[in-house]
């Protein structure tokens, strides 16, 4: 059973008050790829270089590859 004082304390989740917007460039920002060129398998995500090639978007590599991997 859940009481009234903590049912007042919760708060929302910070990325609810992001846009759509917001919330692609920040995955485009760390994957270096539009959402819109994800494909989801199951738990694999793929990314759609055929469609990217279509629109004139070029993908080389994902930028935080230095930052992340050693």
Same mark, same amino acid.
């Given at each position: $059973? #859940?009481?009234?004082?903590?049912?007042?304390? +919760?708060?929302?989740?910070?990325?609810?008050? =992001?846009?759509?917007?917001?919330? &692609? /460039? %920040? #995955?485009? /920002? #760390?994957?270096?790829? &539009?959402?819109?060129?994800? %494909?989801?398998?199951? =738990?694999?995500?793929?990314?759609? =270089?055929? +469609? $990217?090639?279509?629109?004139? #978007?070029? @993908?080389?590599? @994902?930028? =935080? +590859? /230095?930052?992340? *991997? *050693?």
């Amino acid at each position: $059973m #859940v009481s009234q004082t903590q049912k007042k304390g +919760r708060a929302t989740a910070p990325a609810s008050v =992001l846009t759509e917007d917001q919330k &692609h /460039e %920040i #995955v485009a /920002e #760390v994957l270096g790829v &539009h959402p819109k060129y994800l %494909i989801y398998d199951g =738990l694999n995500i793929k990314i759609d =270089l055929y +469609r $990217m090639t279509l629109d004139g #978007v070029a @993908f080389t590599d @994902f930028p =935080l +590859r /230095e930052k992340v *991997w *050693w």
